[in-house]
């Protein structure tokens, strides 16, 4: 057992997650330990308690509990070099779009982005070594999407690019626009949504410190760990009155805060079993969110569209992602047209 460390982040090493930072610290930590000695409070920066994804600045310190032997091996080498085939020409084959900088993925539904609690040893980021096209280092994850939402996840392959995209994403100079289809039909078609956001209390078997309850406006200073969240929506077209496919364009980046707050409203994502996907029944009009059939099985929200401006060229990058296995086949069941959407209906010409 080592004892208490506190090392300071250096000039070149700030603006970045600490978990990133701690992992390149001391090598043989792994994610979910890291997670863990944050939740106890074992890993403090300036003083305070953290979480893995709390960035790190230049000459803070961050205190470092002591390790056990185990903390100091080495990952078996299977975790370098167990990138199956079939994992490798799957992950190979969602890329959309890539440059000696930046790797633009449609990551598919069912895969985790990082490891973690609950994630399993398969996930985009463990996958990475299959991403390396001739270079010498791995990409690095810049952002991350639900397990079960599909679509544009980006991957930077220097850090140089990665604080620049992190940077980008985080004052929000990123435009993000998703699709999900959604029981009943919203009121008015289009419009924002302010619910502020808090992290359900307890860790029950129901997952139910994961999942985000809404917290009216007026009310979030009041309340305590809760978030302010803004959402912009809008109604692209409808199945009559029992669904619709809306455009949804997360003005700040909470967790899980399109998938709740648009259940707040009365109309959660079809499949969406923690937030209101988990019968037939719903409280808005239309279907509940599980729909029936094979439709509602599968969590219908996919990150669409994504506008940003490269790091180092300075081009403005339009990625658009097409829609996941399970979405199209709904799409084409109910007989919406992908073709028919605007690339961002939140700024159409007049």
């Not at 803070?60 to 994992?87: C, F, K, W, Y």
């Not at 979405?327 to 069941?333: E, L």
Request: aromatic share 4%; proline share 5%; hydrophobic share 35%.
């Amino acid at each position: 057992m080592s004892s208490v460390q506190t090392r300071v982040v250096g000039e070149d090493d700030g603006d970045q997650r600490l978990d990133r930072w701690l992992r390149k610290q001391i090598p043989t930590l792994t994610q979910i330990r890291i997670e863990k000695m944050c939740r106890k409070g074992e890993i403090r920066v300036n003083g305070g308690r953290v979480k893995p994804a709390t960035r790190v600045e230049a000459g803070q310190s961050v205190r470092i509990p002591p390790l056990s032997a185990e903390d100091h091996q080495p990952a078996p080498m299977v975790a370098r070099s167990g990138v199956t085939r079939s994992d490798s020409e799957m992950i190979q084959a969602a890329v959309l779009w890539k440059d000696e900088h930046i790797i633009a993925l449609n990551k598919p539904s069912g895969l985790a982005s990082q490891g973690g609690s609950g994630q399993g040893d398969r996930h985009v980021d463990g996958l990475t070594e299959a991403l390396m096209f001739g270079y010498k280092d791995r990409p690095k994850l810049v952002h991350r999407l639900d397990k079960d939402t599909s679509g544009i996840l980006l991957l930077a392959r220097t850090d140089r690019v990665a604080r620049g995209l992190s940077e980008a994403l985080r004052h929000r100079n990123v435009r993000k626009i998703y699709w999900a289809a959604v029981a009943g039909v919203p009121h008015p078609r289009a419009g924002s949504i302010k619910f502020g956001l808090v992290k359900a209390p307890g860790r029950g078997r129901g997952g139910e410190a994961e999942k985000m309850i809404c917290v009216h406006p007026r009310e979030v200073e009041t309340t305590e760990g809760a978030k302010r969240a803004h959402t912009d929506y809008a109604v692209m077209t409808t199945l009559g009155s029992r669904a619709a496919w809306l455009a949804l364009v997360p003005i700040t980046g909470r967790t899980h805060q399109l998938r709740a707050h648009i259940a707040e409203i009365g109309h959660p994502i079809i499949g969406d079993g923690k937030y209101g996907g988990s019968g037939q029944e719903n409280l808005g009009d239309g279907w509940g969110a599980l729909a029936g059939s094979e439709i509602g099985r599968k969590l219908h929200l996919h990150a669409r569209t994504l506008i940003v401006e490269h790091p180092v060229t300075k081009a403005m990058l339009t990625l658009t992602a097409p829609l996941s296995e399970h979405m199209q086949k709904t799409w084409d069941f109910v007989g919406w047209d992908v073709t028919h959407a605007p690339v961002d209906p939140f700024n159409m010409p007049e």
